[in-house]
């Protein structure tokens, strides 16, 4: 267990068993993972710091705490306690309306946004992220941000000795431990001094007034101490809950003002640092303030360097994993909508009506008058056009909540270019969660020589593609009509409205219409399997070289064959011509008739070894133009080891996701089905991997993507029924003419 230092615990070593044990602890899996896959954050998130997403706890890859290997894999386990410990404790479960409740009016609720109201005055439609709007209420949003993680984590530490007796030892040990690392507190002032004592009193500190040693406290701290233990107290009750911690955060926030943290003099380092986890930053000291300063000494509201942390706590962000879970919750609901034969309940349709996202034609106005006891929701098409209304409001908002998660803070996602997906198990039913781990790269560049040389043998082709899809380029209008505003009246919605007027009716304003160029709105991404098979040669080689003539015997009286005799007569020999030169062939053909075209697309290849090294090519992104450097990262497409297809679909699936076109398409090109040394239990089964693709293959599908498979295996038609939808995948015979047959598959999907 131990490596490196002696004596210390190391994750890589002890992951399987610790993910066993929280587990155990937690009831589902838990996927653990090196602090290292955390990208380089701000001070609100550390590195090397324990933290959690929601679906994973980061740790840091050793812990050299302790002396020995024992104490710090105990280590190991009280810091994953402490991370399931916020699950447990309720605390991604806070929400505004019960806090509202309970703090009645000293909520601070003036500041809070609550998002846009429905129509008649009823609850928001998307309402605020419940913890983030609480620490925004408050005048220092970063001070209740730090008052929270304090008295979170001693309710969290206080639940964990009352529930897991086995633990409360080697807890104990570990709080002493900490709070013998804490810096003097005679030694600070100010803010920094209020919050340092609020550590210490967590972590089981008495903080006499005057210390042992006859030094006295800072004024401001003296006249805090009493409200900073209440806090305390109140939080380590047996009936605490994660309101009781934002009712402490209440009552603490008087005792600071709107200052940055003073420091009396220079302070000591402690006599050890615990670098295994929490690396101490170094940090330029603040101003001293005067004896008997008040906490609120003046300046800003950067309070990160104020206070370390408490190594074995971490750093967490509860706010950013309720905003994971949100993101969870519309894409359950937007797989609930898009579900065939799901009903929509009542309640909502007429929301859409009073929000104006859907309307009722005049006839149906016109039958509801008519009919004493037809319901609106019994108007035909009217459920189909308010799916696709909830469908639309549900997608852009997962799109604007997957947009924000990755750019603030990094969102605790792993490093760029590293990605977990699901991975469906068909044996238990159920997903295995975070199961693979996926690494974008960008291909090197290579020498082009030979798509170059492609493109001249096969100059007929290229310019008949070409000039195939120039023809697919639209240059007719389309007419829109029912505007409230346009360039001529829409004759039909003119007279409609002229019935309803006298029939009595309130008519619609929307009689005008317009003309609008009718641009092609596709979005693509080609996925291309680059597995070990696809270095075997084109079946069908010989016969495009140019046989020879009878065979002859010549001045050194041997045979020749059919490659010496070409070579020998000045000839060039035969290129060896594989699967992955044929699929690199069609990607060339594809990307010249695409930029002819005008579509959007990206290129891209997948391989891999094992769910923990799942490997995914980028050749051209969506926002890359076809170039030389382009061309040369197509030409350094090769072979490489294994075909693990769901999580690469997936990953090219979120990538399409983000791309604002009408129709999104994902071609997968592939020479065989699914396979992995560790894709299902059984080694030598396909039905796992091709189980877990037709998952990925769906998700995509619910998502709004058209998917389409293409293989050059024969034996194709044996797994692609059972893995593609219904006429969404095509076995080709022959690998020379994959090029041919894609552009046909594309038109056909886009047109």
């Not at 955390?38 to 050793?62: G, K, M, N």
């Not at 800003?300 to 994993?321: C, K, N, Q, W």
């Not at 020589?449 to 100059?459: M, P, S």
């Not at 769906?698 to 797994?719: K, N, S």
Request: glycine content about 6%; overall charge negative.
């Amino acid at each position: 267990m131990t490596t490196g230092t002696a004596g210390a615990a190391s994750l890589r070593e002890s992951r399987r068993v610790l993910e066993l044990y929280a587990e155990a602890i937690a009831g589902r899996r838990v996927e653990l993972r090196p602090t290292a896959d955390l990208p380089d954050l701000s001070a609100h998130v550390r590195r090397d710091l324990p933290t959690s997403s929601a679906r994973c706890i980061f740790l840091p890859a050793e812990v050299d705490e302790f002396s020995s290997d024992t104490e710090n894999f105990a280590l190991y386990k009280i810091a994953i306690l402490h991370q399931l410990g916020f699950w447990e404790c309720g605390t991604y479960a806070f929400a505004l309306a019960e806090w509202r409740r309970r703090a009645g009016r000293e909520a601070p609720v003036e500041r809070i946004d609550p998002g846009e109201p429905a129509a008649g005055g009823s609850e928001p439609v998307e309402p605020p992220f419940d913890l983030e709007a609480f620490f925004a209420a408050f005048p220092r949003p970063v001070l209740a941000r730090h008052l929270f993680a304090i008295l979170e984590d001693t309710r969290i530490d206080a639940h964990l000795a009352r529930r897991y007796r086995g633990i409360r030892r080697p807890l104990a040990a570990v709080l002493a431990a900490s709070l013998a690392q804490r810096p003097r507190l005679e030694l600070l002032a100010g803010e920094r001094a209020c919050l340092e004592a609020l550590v210490q009193l967590s972590l089981g500190a008495e903080l006499v007034d005057p210390p042992a040693d006859g030094r006295a406290l800072d004024r401001s701290l003296e006249a805090a101490l009493p409200a900073l233990r209440r806090a305390i107290e109140a939080v380590r009750g047996a009936g605490a809950d994660v309101y009781t911690t934002a009712l402490a955060v209440l009552g603490c926030t008087p005792l600071f003002g709107a200052g940055d943290a003073g420091e009396r003099r220079p302070r000591a380092a402690p006599a050890r640092p615990g670098a295994a986890l929490a690396a101490k930053p170094e940090a330029t000291a603040p101003r001293r303030p005067a004896r008997g300063a008040s906490v609120a000494a003046s300046g800003g509201d950067e309070l990160e360097a104020a206070v370390d942390p408490v190594p074995f706590r971490g750093a967490a962000r509860p706010e950013l994993v309720q905003k994971e879970l949100r993101l969870g919750e519309l894409e359950a609901r937007l797989d609930a909508v898009a579900a065939e034969g799901s009903p929509l309940p009542p309640d909502l349709l007429r929301e859409l009506l009073e929000r104006g996202e859907i309307e009722i034609e005049a006839a149906g106005r016109r039958e509801l008058d008519r009919s004493s006891g037809l319901s609106v929701t019994d108007l035909p098409g009217l459920a189909d056009r308010a799916r696709n209304a909830v469908r639309d409001r549900l997608t852009k908002a997962i799109r604007t909540l997957s947009d924000e998660l990755e750019g603030e803070l990094g969102d605790l996602s792993p490093t760029a270019g590293v990605h977990y997906y699901d991975e469906w198990d068909h044996e238990r039913s159920r997903y295995r969660r975070a199961w693979c781990r996926l690494t974008e790269s960008r291909l090197d560049e290579e020498s082009t020589a030979e798509l170059d040389q492609t493109r001249r043998e096969q100059a007929r082709l290229f310019t008949e593609v070409r000039r195939q899809f120039e023809l697919l380029r639209p240059d007719a209008r389309r007419v829109l009509k029912r505007l409230t505003d346009g360039e001529e009246v829409d004759l039909d919605a003119a007279v409609e409205a002229h019935i309803d007027r006298v029939a009595g009716l309130s008519p619609s304003e929307k009689v005008y219409m317009r003309r609008d160029r009718r641009d092609r709105d596709v979005a693509a991404a080609f996925l291309l399997d680059m597995s070990a098979s696809t270095d075997s040669e084109v079946p069908d080689i010989a016969a495009r070289v140019p046989a020879p003539p009878p065979r002859e015997y010549d001045f050194v009286g041997i045979y020749d064959d059919d490659l010496s005799w070409a070579h020998a007569r000045g000839g060039s020999p035969p290129r060896r011509r594989r699967v992955i030169d044929v699929e690199k062939e069609a990607l060339l053909l594809m990307t010249e008739a695409l930029d002819a075209l005008g579509d959007a697309y990206g290129v891209y290849g997948f391989s891999g070894h094992g769910r923990e090294h799942v490997e995914f090519y980028v050749a051209k992104d969506f926002a890359e133009s076809c170039d030389r450097s382009t061309r040369g990262r197509i030409a350094a497409i090769s072979p490489k080891r294994s075909t693990r297809m769901g999580p690469a679909i997936r990953h090219a699936t979120r990538k399409l996701r983000h791309q604002d076109a009408r129709v999104r398409v994902l071609l997968v090109l592939s020479d065989g089905y699914p396979q992995d040394f560790d894709y299902g239990r059984d080694r030598t089964s396909r039905a796992y991997g091709i189980q877990d693709t037709m998952m990925a293959l769906r998700e995509a599908e619910l998502q709004g993507i058209h998917t389409f498979c293409l293989t050059v295996d024969p034996a194709g038609h044996d797994y692609l029924r059972e893995m593609c939808p219904e006429r969404q995948y095509l076995v080709i015979d022959d690998v020379a003419a994959l090029p041919r047959e894609l552009p046909k598959v594309y038109r056909g999907l886009t047109t």
